[in-house]
């Protein structure tokens, strides 16, 4: 028998303005929240996930009824494992992809979700910081830099019916491919200082049992 070693990671989701890491029971420190089907799930809630970033994939799940594909980003941390979730239709994955090509992946990388609420409206927003610097987008408005530009249908009274960002999103795998090359090996990668790990925030400690949902609106460049 050949040799080999066995990993595990640790798997988190990025939504709501937070990173949620599941719990099969309500141990001290989860809160209960209320998902769309109306079972209560507990998780550990944290304002952020450090690491140096490993590997890219995806994988597809179902979430009520719709087949959802998901990007999962690879991260090493002080000798642990963890795989970040994050919805592919979302403001975090753009945002994420918007920065890619400034990111020196030598360093760890800190992911931030934010919600915000203007005017009654919630907007998500992601803050990428690399080797202690907040990372630009690198695509914007001005410089969109080779990205396609997202198709916007609206009906007769200038209302917005559909947003097709198929291009994009095809841009961005694309992109993600190729920043593939740049990732370190994971025997490889560079180690967190110790006040940076990953959950070194306290976990949320209020209990909410709210269902939060992700909104179009965004912070997005463009």
Request: hydrophobic letters at 35%.
């Amino acid at each position: 028998m050949g040799l080999g070693n066995n990993t595990s990671s640790t798997y988190v989701d990025m939504r709501n303005g937070k990173i949620y890491r599941y719990s099969k029971t309500n141990e001290m420190g989860t809160t209960p929240v209320q998902n769309k089907n109306g079972d209560i799930k507990y998780y550990f809630i944290y304002d952020f996930i450090e690491g140096t970033v490993t590997n890219f994939s995806t994988r597809e799940e179902e979430v009520v009824g719709k087949t959802k594909l998901i990007l999962q980003i690879h991260l090493v941390d002080q000798g642990e494992n963890y795989v970040l979730k994050i919805d592919t239709n979302s403001s975090y994955f753009r945002m994420f992809c918007s920065v890619l090509p400034n990111v020196d992946f030598n360093y760890p990388v800190r992911f931030i979700p934010r919600i915000k609420e203007e005017n009654g409206v919630k907007k998500a927003s992601l803050i990428i910081v690399n080797n202690n610097i907040p990372c630009k987008f690198f695509f914007t408005k001005d410089n969109p830099n080779g990205k396609p530009e997202i198709v916007v249908s609206k009906n007769k009274k200038g209302e917005i019916v559909d947003i097709d960002r198929d291009d994009e999103l095809e841009f961005f795998m694309n992109l993600l491919t190729q920043t593939k090359k740049r990732l370190p090996h994971p025997a490889m990668a560079q180690e967190s200082k110790p006040q940076s790990s990953p959950f070194a925030a306290a976990a949320i400690a209020s209990v909410s049992t709210d269902i939060v949902t992700e909104e179009e609106e965004s912070d997005l460049p463009w």
